[in-house]
């Protein structure tokens, strides 16, 4: 079991709708949570960090964490063409480790 | 703003060759990570540095070496390559070596063993 968990996809939504994408983690003790956006060949683009419970806004994303569920979801609003990308949930172990630990991350796809 | 540089953006090398892929990291970044990602795979981490230190070894095989300068550019030396070796090699800075800090990638180097 990895211990990062993402559902593969795609994720196909319409131009304009809310799109969904989740996260489970295994560690406990992990102190804060990642979401890139990565498109094919590119590399990935930190587009939000989230370290506390609840929900965190930055323009049409939203980042909700639920420590207790070990959950992590990342929702996009009025959802774009160009959002079309693979998404990589990233955590941060707790202990003195700082490297990353992705998941493989969810493909969407936003159909015009 | 200023990003994260990698050089080359491209290596084709044979196998048995040396290559040698530097990152320079975001002014002010004290912290260098290496990650490698595989085709259809999701990043690996190889190895990171904190003030010119190791500052933590992931995956990386005893083929591969890297350091940190005093100018906090590192640079990861590959050896023996093999067939396998060919993959996207990312680096990433932060502003220091802790776990609040964000990681912000470069744009890679593609490297291609034959």
């Known amino acids: 079991q990895k211990e990062v968990e993402q559902n593969s996809g795609p994720l196909s939504v319409p131009e304009g709708a809310i799109a969904s994408l989740n996260c489970t983690y295994s560690?406990?003790?992990?102190?804060?949570f990642f979401w890139y956006r990565q498109y094919s060949g590119k590399s990935p683009e930190l587009i939000m960090f989230i370290y506390s419970n609840g929900d965190k806004e930055d323009g049409r994303f939203t980042a909700q964490l639920n420590k207790a569920s070990q959950y992590v979801s990342l929702l996009i609003r009025d959802s774009q063409p160009s959002d079309s990308a693979t998404y990589l949930c990233a955590v941060k172990s707790g202990d003195s480790s700082y490297k990353l630990i992705f998941g493989s991350g969810t493909r969407l796809l936003v159909r015009p | 703003a200023a990003g994260v540089i990698q050089s080359p953006r491209h290596l084709i090398k044979e196998k048995r060759e040396t290559a040698t892929l530097k990152c320079y990291p975001i002014p002010r970044h004290d912290t260098v990570y290496w990650y490698q990602q595989g085709p259809g795979q999701d990043p690996q981490f190889l190895i990171s540095?904190?003030?010119?230190?190791?500052?933590d070894k992931g995956s990386i095989p005893d083929r591969f070496s890297a350091q940190q300068f005093s100018d906090y550019h590192s640079e990861l030396n590959m050896s023996s390559l093999e067939l396998g070796d060919s993959a996207l090699y990312f680096c990433?800075?932060?502003?220091?070596?802790?776990?609040?800090?964000?990681?912000?990638f470069g744009p890679g180097t593609r490297l291609t063993v034959t």
């Open positions: 990433a800075s932060s502003h220091t070596n802790r776990a609040l800090d964000e990681q912000y």
């Open positions: 560690d406990r003790g992990s102190q804060s």
């Open positions: 540095f904190y003030e010119k230190m190791q500052s």
